[in-house]
């Protein structure tokens, strides 16, 4: 059992930056992978990004890629989400997730998620 706790979301200007932080309980989460999702509203949720748990390996979805960096911390059971040069169409409520593999998108393989943690970008 693995439970996520979500942090660190907020109300921020466009170009700004937020960093994330998803804290894990748990004996066994260095031994996930995890990922980040958005859901924004009246929108499905969608996938972000997600980190291996060996750390070597990250995968973005392209909206984000060159602004979001995914990294994790496994001494402190803690995966980060660092979002710069946000924009107004990143406002969601953002969530981390665990899986077995760090290339999938798709939600389904996810398996324990967090509460969620909302960002907000204004114009």
């Known amino acids: 059992q693995v439970q996520l706790v979500e942090s660190g979301g907020g109300l921020v200007q466009a170009g700004g930056s937020l960093r994330l932080s998803c804290a894990a309980s748990?004996?066994?989460?260095?031994?996930?992978?995890v990922g980040w999702f958005r859901q924004a509203p009246g929108k499905e949720r969608e996938f972000v990004a997600s980190?291996?748990?060996?750390?070597?390996?990250?995968y973005y979805t392209d909206s984000v890629k060159g602004r979001f960096t995914i990294s994790r911390d496994n001494a402190k059971n803690t995966v980060y989400l660092q979002m710069n040069s946000l924009k107004p169409e990143d406002t969601a409520i953002y969530y981390c997730?665990?899986?077995?593999?760090?290339?999938?998108?798709?939600?389904?393989?996810?398996?324990?998620w967090g509460q969620g943690t909302q960002v907000t970008v204004s114009s």
């Open positions: 997730a665990t899986s077995r593999s760090w290339r999938t998108t798709d939600s389904d393989d996810y398996d324990y």
């Open positions: 748990g004996r066994t989460f260095s031994t996930y992978a």
């Open positions: 980190i291996s748990l060996g750390i070597r390996d990250t």
